[in-house]
């Protein structure tokens, strides 16, 4: 779990995310918001990615739950470490009691499409205009049930 003194590392990484939108003011909003958690990935003892989870829409009878954000630092990608954070996601998710996680990818970000794919979610629909920006997005779920 994210500490106080993880948002500055959080904001920079989250930098990433610009061309979908205002992210350099909404990752602090979730990074404070009491429904949304925020996981460091550490390599080494090192910051090395973070991802968020938490209810996108609150409805407090739902058995999904959103991996609203995932990054890992740019030396660092291509290692495995995304897919790592994934599975840890997917763990975290199930031991709290969510049948499904779900995760909005931008269109274009074809690294993310493969990791999501890769990590057994399944394309459920795309949104145009999904992001502040924007751009269209496609909902992936994975079913956590199995």
């Known amino acids: 779990m994210a500490e106080e003194d993880d948002l500055s590392f959080v904001s920079v990484l989250s930098r990433s995310f610009e061309r979908f939108g205002p992210y350099e003011e909404i990752i602090p909003r979730w990074f404070h918001d009491q ?19 938490g209810l996108m829409w609150p409805v407090w009878f739902s058995r999904m739950l959103d991996l609203m954000a995932i990054a890992v630092v740019p030396e660092k990608r291509g290692r495995g470490i995304g897919t790592s954070m994934v599975e840890a996601a997917k763990r975290i998710a199930r031991s709290k009691g969510y049948h499904f996680l779900r995760a909005h990818v931008g269109c274009d970000n074809q690294p993310a499409l493969a990791l999501f794919r890769r990590a057994s979610f399944r394309l459920k629909k795309r949104i145009e205009r999904y992001y502040p920006s924007g751009l269209a997005a496609y909902e992936f779920v994975a079913d956590l049930r199995n």
């Open 35 to 53: 429904f949304i958690k925020t996981y460091i990935f550490e390599e080494n003892g090192q910051r090395v990615g973070f991802f968020m989870l």
